[in-house]
């Protein structure tokens, strides 16, 4: 039988051996690092979790404000929604661009509720939890995954409308999108042409 | 002095440039009209008006309904003057 201290030196230098072992897979460049290879199940597992424990963990004590509902948050939001995000995340009548297809993970289509994609762990889209993450992730954005932190260059009222207009945005069709999002002004056609 | 007022100068340039790198009024330039020709054709009685997507949609056509009310009513005037025109003109020729 091992002795205590013999124990602790072969635990001392499988550790150790695992960090050579790591360094060395490091610095071989052998790891397949495109964004067109798939992880390991294993891999996607632990990154998933560790992204969905980490915001569930950051967005605990948001505050979410009352009037979510207004018909100007729903304008403001979706206005910026279609400047800002439906290169990746769609609008209702397209199911793919450029990005959702070579991005890895392919973003989210938050124009579809019966989004069947890898995003097991997100909370159902009309619970409180699920608005504080999306407001949290548009606020800080997610590392290495292509989504940015919206939070310096956009106030937290503007980052409330994107959220408020993320609500609805499944349920409308072509046209409501449409309506609500064109930042332009009626007057503005009459303006032109008449 | 010259040297370092011009970076200053660049540098406080380049921070404003940036923070308004998103404003809205940026987009206005080049901003798309919202459509409210489906609107025009909704059943009014039918909507929810509670519903804050039909809210917001009222908000964003309402001038253009409005000016579209305002339209009809003006070519309902000038039909009826139209009629008053020919009835005035039956009576003049009896």
Redesign the interface.
């Known amino acids: 039988m091992l002795s205590i201290s013999a124990f602790f030196k072969s635990l001392l230098i499988i550790v150790i051996a695992a960090f050579l072992a790591g360094g060395l897979f490091i610095y071989s460049g052998l790891y397949p690092i495109g964004a067109d290879t798939q992880h390991h199940p294993i891999t996607y597992w632990l990154l998933e979790t560790l992204r969905e424990k980490s915001i569930a963990r950051a967005a605990k004590g948001i505050k979410i404000p009352t009037d979510l509902e207004s018909a100007d948050r729903l304008l403001a939001g979706g206005a910026d929604y279609n400047d800002m995000c439906t290169g990746c995340h769609l609008k209702p009548g397209r199911t793919d661009s450029d990005f959702t297809i070579g991005l890895y993970p392919s973003p989210r289509n938050l124009s579809s509720s019966a989004d069947g994609s890898i995003h097991s762990q997100i909370a159902e889209p009309t619970s409180n939890e699920a608005i504080r993450r999306q407001f949290w992730i548009i606020k800080h954005g997610i590392k290495a995954s292509g989504m940015p932190a919206w939070g310096p260059t956009h106030n937290e009222e503007r980052i409330w409308n994107m959220v408020a207009f993320l609500q609805k945005l499944p349920s409308l069709s072509k046209s409501e999108y449409q309506i609500l999002t064109a930042r332009g002004d009626v007057n503005d056609t009459h303006g032109t042409s008449h | 002095m010259n040297m370092t007022t011009s970076i200053l100068l660049s540098t406080l340039l380049t921070t404003t440039l ?2 308004q ?2 404003d ?1 009024k940026e ?2 330039k080049d ?6 020709s ?2 025009k054709n909704m059943d009014h009685s039918k909507m929810d008006m509670d519903d ?2 039909m ?7 309402k ?2 309904m409005h ?1 579209d009310n305002e339209n009809n009513e003006s070519d309902s005037d000038h039909a009826h003057d139209d009629n008053q025109n020919k009835d005035e003109h039956a009576e003049h020729k009896h």
């Open positions: 940036a923070a790198a998103h809205p987009h206005k901003a798309e009209n919202p459509d409210c489906e609107m804050p997507v809210k917001a949609m009222m908000k964003k056509c001038k253009d000016h």
